[in-house]
């Protein structure tokens, strides 16, 4: 059975969600019958390359909020974070295209690699002072991914490289009526939104293993990243 979970590095709900549906995806029996693939999902397609912000800035910009605001929006997510106990910086990240980094995570599908690129830059975002970016952090992550330096190289030169793959995600996404990240679909037969409690992904893989007939799961107002970039902010 396939999982398809689209999602984008710079959504935070990306983070939290991918650490709990790993988790509902450990308790889930037939879990080594699982066959789990990355799809790409832009929340600022719409950035120029190079054009990266302090995302304390960003958020106060786009939601019309203070700094100090701001600053209080990324600890109620950096809660959660560290609540699954993943790292997260409120401090000193940016904001950027990612045009760039679902290209190199296409490559790491054709090697075999994608997990472990996407583990490593989700990290080097939220939680390491490295911005995702710089090409030069590309590069190492791909080279700590287990993917060839000179193959990654090639690739962020060339930006006609896995750039069809990375349309067609997009394209296919919207065809599937996602409109926000992260976004999970398994086996073309039922999609679960947004940052589940990791349950939620259990019980959805066992329905969907057994071969019913799929209710939605999960509360509908479960946080997420919208396709215009605006990301959910939990209440305190």
Same mark, same amino acid.
């Given at each position: 059975?396939?999982?398809?979970?689209?999602?984008?590095?710079?959504?935070?709900?990306?983070?939290?969600?991918?650490?709990?549906?790993?988790?509902?995806?450990?308790?889930?029996?037939?879990?080594?019958?699982?066959?789990?693939?990355?799809?790409?999902?832009?929340?600022?397609?719409?950035?120029?390359?190079?054009?990266? &912000?302090? !995302?304390?800035?960003? *958020?106060?910009?786009?939601? %019309?909020?203070?700094?100090? =605001?701001? /600053? $209080?929006?990324?600890?109620?997510?950096?809660?959660?974070?560290?609540?699954?106990?993943?790292?997260?910086?409120?401090?000193?990240?940016?904001?950027?295209?990612?045009?760039?980094?679902?290209?190199?995570?296409?490559?790491?599908?054709?090697?075999?690699?994608?997990?472990?690129?996407?583990?490593?830059?989700?990290?080097?975002?939220?939680?390491?002072?490295?911005?995702?970016?710089? &090409?030069? !952090?590309?590069?190492? *992550?791909?080279?700590?991914? %287990?993917?060839?330096?000179? =193959?990654? /190289? $090639?690739?962020?030169?060339?930006?006609?490289?896995?750039?069809?793959?990375?349309?067609?995600?997009?394209?296919?996404?919207?065809?599937?009526?996602?409109?926000?990240?992260?976004?999970?679909?398994?086996?073309?037969?039922?999609?679960?939104?947004?940052?589940?409690?990791?349950?939620?992904?259990?019980?959805?893989?066992?329905?969907?293993?057994?071969?019913?007939?799929?209710?939605?799961?999960?509360?509908?107002?479960?946080?997420?990243?919208?396709?215009?970039?605006?990301?959910?902010?939990?209440? $305190?």
């Amino acid at each position: 059975m396939r999982v398809e979970i689209w999602s984008d590095i710079a959504c935070p709900w990306c983070y939290i969600g991918k650490a709990r549906f790993e988790k509902g995806l450990a308790a889930f029996a037939h879990r080594d019958g699982i066959e789990v693939v990355h799809r790409s999902f832009e929340l600022d397609p719409r950035r120029a390359k190079g054009d990266t &912000a302090p !995302v304390i800035d960003m *958020l106060a910009a786009k939601y %019309g909020r203070t700094r100090e =605001e701001a /600053r $209080a929006m990324e600890e109620h997510v950096a809660s959660n974070a560290r609540a699954e106990g993943l790292g997260y910086r409120t401090e000193g990240r940016d904001h950027g295209n990612t045009f760039d980094i679902h290209r190199l995570s296409h490559l790491a599908k054709a090697r075999g690699r994608q997990d472990e690129l996407l583990d490593l830059a989700y990290r080097a975002n939220f939680a390491e002072e490295r911005s995702v970016f710089d &090409a030069d !952090v590309l590069i190492a *992550l791909g080279v700590e991914a %287990g993917l060839d330096e000179d =193959e990654v /190289r $090639a690739v962020l030169a060339d930006e006609s490289a896995y750039a069809d793959d990375v349309r067609a995600d997009e394209r296919e996404a919207a065809e599937l009526g996602a409109t926000g990240v992260p976004f999970f679909v398994i086996d073309r037969r039922y999609g679960v939104s947004g940052g589940q409690p990791a349950e939620v992904f259990t019980q959805a893989l066992e329905q969907a293993w057994q071969g019913r007939a799929l209710t939605p799961l999960g509360a509908d107002d479960s946080p997420a990243c919208d396709a215009d970039g605006s990301c959910e902010v939990p209440s $305190a």
